[in-house]
């Protein structure tokens, strides 16, 4: 069963759209943001707290489970066309070979 990784950058707004239109298609039952294991440097009582550096799109890490191949194609294309619309930005994580 395929698994397709993908970042959002963007809005939580941005992040739900996306990840409803995912769970909408023939055939995903699994679509899910986890967790992001990286911790942050966001310490609210530095100096650079509040910066507009600091401020800007969230990014959200998910996870989908695909039934085939041309499925987890097709979630590919559907999530770049909406996060082109909505003005986010996807990434996807290779997967590993075995």
Known sequence: ?????LRITGS???ARAIM???????GIEHVEEIADLMP???DADSSSAGLSDDEG???HEVEILAPNESTARKVREAAEAL?????AAVEFEEADED
Do not use: K
Not at 1 to 5: A, E, G, L, N
Not at 83 to 87: C, E, G, I, K, V
């Open 1 to 5: 069963m395929p698994r397709v990784r």
């Open 12 to 14: 939580d707004d941005d």
């Open 20 to 26: 409803n239109l995912l769970q909408s298609l023939d």
């Open 83 to 87: 996060a082109f619309d909505l003005d």
């Open 57 to 59: 799109p969230g990014t």
């Open 40 to 42: 942050r440097m966001d």
